[in-house]
């Protein structure tokens, strides 16, 4: 069974906005300019001699000449596959960003299977983003022929000043017809995303688009703020008009949304992710063996290479992110030099920071002693800037703090986020107060 939660007013009004800012660590603005191709090279070099599972994602642009892009991409699987081993397997990959033809697919995923262990594992995670205008059964097919098994279906509301229908999420009829297919054709899980917060929905429009999801039963559902959207939706959110509902409304849109999955057996995984109890990411929480990177949450631990315009890798301690510019992106793969624009090495205590924030995020408890044991430090002083406001969430009852664990209760776990940016407030504190006593 998924985590249980509770709408809790005051806590929200509270810690909100705390909530939004926090969450996984490190955030890619943290990121500096000062990792090099080489720093990649050789964690990817200490990950192959580890012989360590990996992740993989690949990154297409929304826009522009596909093609192009595609002979840019097959360079960049060249240059960084022959630095990983052949039998380090790939046990989850993701496709992002516009979907090609049956050709170029094609021609890519076979590229990418001649570069990566994707030796068939019946535990394998093969996902894929699907906009619901270019989904059909036919592409269902052609996606699951090669290989994939997850998808994930975005559900956008249109502007009717700006786009092309009505203002109201009307008719379920593609949606269905998707998720049928996914059933027929055996994928393990369909994901559907929800936004809530634009000027022109209501709040009674969008209690109505959610029961018409909830009713076709997907896996999964995750809800968002059009204000802080998934990366995936970035891109579109400068291609339709601006504007965004008031909070107040929002706050409506959201309980509405979490009330009503709850009623219908859906469980919280965190961060705005839903799943019936049969899920796999319901199961690997259920079994406290829930992961998350740079991708969102996994039921694998695996070394994270990411491949493509902006994309996230994370191998071991070493966090980079490739070039967000297609131009720019293509001219460093044309001239023989990969595409990083910057990244961040985590040093053994930004490396307990983020194990801590992961455990938050994904089992909504920590154990002081585990981290402790695995990490060589007093979890009490390390994160003593910290304290006071872990004191205050306590008295709140957004958290229970005892001397040897911390645990999010129901009425906090919507609010998991603040308590993560506490923990990393406290280690900023923690990283000043050494500093000013080194230069003493």
């Not at 007013?9 to 990792?35: M, W």
């Amino acid at each position: 069974m998924c985590a249980a939660i509770e709408w809790n007013s005051p806590l929200i009004k509270r810690y909100g906005h705390a909530a939004r800012a926090g969450g996984s660590y490190p955030e890619n603005t943290q990121f500096h300019r000062g990792i090099a191709a080489l720093d990649l090279l050789r964690a990817m070099r200490s990950s192959r001699l580890a012989q360590r599972p990996l992740s993989l994602a690949v990154q297409l642009p929304m826009a522009g000449d596909l093609g192009v892009y595609l002979e840019h991409l097959a360079r960049e699987i060249d240059m960084l596959g022959c630095h990983l081993g052949a039998t380090q397997r790939v046990q989850q990959f993701h496709l992002a960003g516009s979907l090609p033809n049956a050709v170029e697919l094609g021609r890519l995923m076979e590229h990418l299977q001649r570069r990566f262990n994707f030796q068939p594992y019946a535990g394998g995670d093969n996902s894929i983003d699907i906009d619901l205008p270019h989904g059909s059964w036919a592409t269902m097919g052609l996606l699951r022929e090669q290989g994939f098994n997850h998808a994930n279906i975005g559900v956008p509301d249109i502007n009717p000043a700006n786009g092309k229908t009505q203002v109201d999420f009307q008719s379920p009829r593609q949606t269905r017809s998707l998720i049928e297919a996914a059933r027929t054709l055996g994928y393990r899980s369909v994901n559907i995303d929800l936004g809530y917060g634009r000027a022109w929905q209501t709040t009674s429009s969008f209690a109505r688009k959610v029961a018409a999801i909830i009713e076709l039963q997907p896996s999964r559902v995750r809800i968002f703020d059009y204000a802080h959207p998934p990366r995936r939706y970035r891109v579109l959110q400068r291609l339709v008009a601006s504007g965004y509902a008031a909070q107040a409304d929002k706050w409506i849109m959201r309980r509405h949304a979490v009330e009503q999955l709850l009623a219908a057996g859906y469980g919280y995984i965190g961060l705005g992710q839903f799943a019936l109890a049969d899920d796999d990411l319901a199961v690997a929480q259920e079994n406290g063996q829930l992961h998350y990177n740079c991708q969102g949450f996994s039921r694998h631990a695996c070394d994270h290479l990411g491949l493509g315009l902006a994309a996230n890798s994370q191998i071991g301690e070493l966090h980079v992110q490739n070039i967000g510019d297609v131009q720019h992106y293509q001219q460093q793969l044309a001239i023989g030099q990969l595409a990083l624009f910057r990244g961040l090495r985590c040093n053994l205590e930004e490396q307990l920071l983020r194990a801590a924030s992961e455990r938050l995020l994904c089992d909504f408890q920590l154990d002081f002693a585990a981290l402790e044991v695995r990490f060589g430090v007093d979890l009490r002083a390390h994160f003593a800037g910290a304290w006071p406001r872990l004191e205050q969430m306590d008295r709140d009852g957004l958290i229970i703090l005892t001397p040897h664990s911390l645990e999010v209760p129901a009425a906090g776990r919507l609010l998991v986020g603040a308590v993560c940016q506490a923990l990393e407030h406290g280690h900023a504190a923690h990283r000043e107060h050494g500093l000013q006593r080194s230069l003493r």
